[in-house]
């Protein structure tokens, strides 16, 4: 029995970036073993084990054998004699199967340190191509390692995966995780561009794909230069460019996008022209926008809104916008409905009360 580092340990160690997780593979070891050994059994597909004192994952060496479309459809083997080498002929890109020994001996039968140094991303085998995710993955590496390119075979066989239908067999929600985890890397654009360019945003996400060509590089300047917001408004951004409601509609529901994620872009994308014109904004119009965007009731998502519109519309006035809403806010609404005799009024003159605030304000 032999246990080795693998996958991102090893590649994050060799790149100089810090290693957050470690995962393990075991060589010639069953799972009773493992068990009687203290580890804690918790693989529902093929044995994991968790290690009785560091709760990292160890998993048995295995070779997996394709039965079925889709990312599911995979039959797998552990058994001791499962070499390591067989073990990382089935993962997904050659940066990621390396293993590393107790001694710190780095085991990379198929040129993972060449193509790190190379900064290529290259699948390992043909057998790349019986897992759809992996299309997903390695277009969130190029997001998280811009500076790598994907080898021409690699592309090639992606497109044939695309080509042959097998990126039609992905789960909706699988494809958001590995989208949301790339729209959060140093340079999403990139993620984009291959799973365009292999031409898999036309099946998991049409409504984005014809949008992508046509304004692509817009986008792509407004996603890279936005690494101060979270999904939520990376998302906005990338949604706004599309061509209507509709679009934005059908996408959120291609990638099971979440409420949080959705309600934004939807702000976003309708408050646009909104945003383009703030210099001159009376306060009417101010007080509207804080009415369509609950910016009373959900302060965090307003300023959130903001935050994107900073990026999608050059020069917005965005203290003029929350100079107004600190003076609207400042407007005592409890004061005014104790002064209201009918109930029906409060409303009308809240707002009239918060307009002359803004307005004396703007003078």
Not at 164 to 175: I, K, M, Q, Y
Not at 263 to 272: N, P
């Amino acid at each position: 029995m032999k246990s080795y580092v693998v996958g991102g340990a090893v590649r994050d160690a060799l790149l100089g970036l810090p290693v957050v997780d470690r995962d393990w593979v075991v060589v010639g070891a069953t799972p009773d073993e493992m068990i009687a050994k203290g580890y804690r059994a918790v693989g529902r597909d093929f044995p994991v084990f968790l290690h009785p004192h560091t709760q990292e994952e160890y998993a048995l060496a295995r070779t997996e054998r394709k039965t079925a479309p889709g990312y599911h459809g995979f039959a797998f083997h552990a058994a001791p004699e499962v070499t390591l080498e067989e073990d990382l002929l089935r993962r997904d890109l050659t940066i990621n199967a390396i293993a590393r020994d107790a001694d710190g001996s780095l085991i990379d039968p198929y040129g993972g340190q060449r193509d790190l140094a190379a900064k290529v991303l290259r699948h390992v085998s043909a057998a790349f191509a019986e897992d759809p995710v992996r299309i997903l993955r390695l277009a969130r590496f190029a997001a998280r390692f811009p500076d790598f390119s994907v080898a021409p075979e690699t592309m090639a066989l992606m497109r044939d995966m695309v080509t042959s239908g097998e990126v039609d067999h992905l789960v909706a929600e699988r494809v958001w995780q590995e989208i949301a985890r790339g729209l959060l890397a140093a340079k999403p654009s990139r993620m984009l561009d291959v799973l365009a360019g292999c031409g898999a945003m036309t099946r998991i996400a049409p409504a984005l794909a014809q949008t992508w060509a046509q304004h692509g590089g817009l986008i792509a300047r407004r996603l890279d230069t936005a690494g101060e917001l979270g999904l939520t408004g990376r998302f906005a951004l990338l949604a706004a460019a599309l061509d209507s409601v509709a679009s934005l509609e059908a996408l959120c529901i291609d990638l099971r996008v979440p409420t949080e994620c959705r309600e934004l872009a939807e702000l976003l994308w309708g408050e646009q022209q909104v945003f383009e014109k703030t210099a001159s904004l009376d306060a009417a119009t101010l007080i509207a926008l804080f009415d369509r965007c609950d910016a009373w009731r959900r302060p965090h998502r307003f300023a959130d809104l903001l935050a994107c519109a900073a990026h999608l519309v050059p020069g917005v006035a965005l203290d003029r916008i929350q100079a107004g809403l600190s003076r609207a806010r400042a407007v005592d609404a409890g004061a005014i409905a104790r002064q209201c005799a009918e109930k029906n009024e409060i409303p009308r003159r809240v707002r009239e009360a918060r307009v002359e605030a803004v307005a004396k304000g703007l003078a």
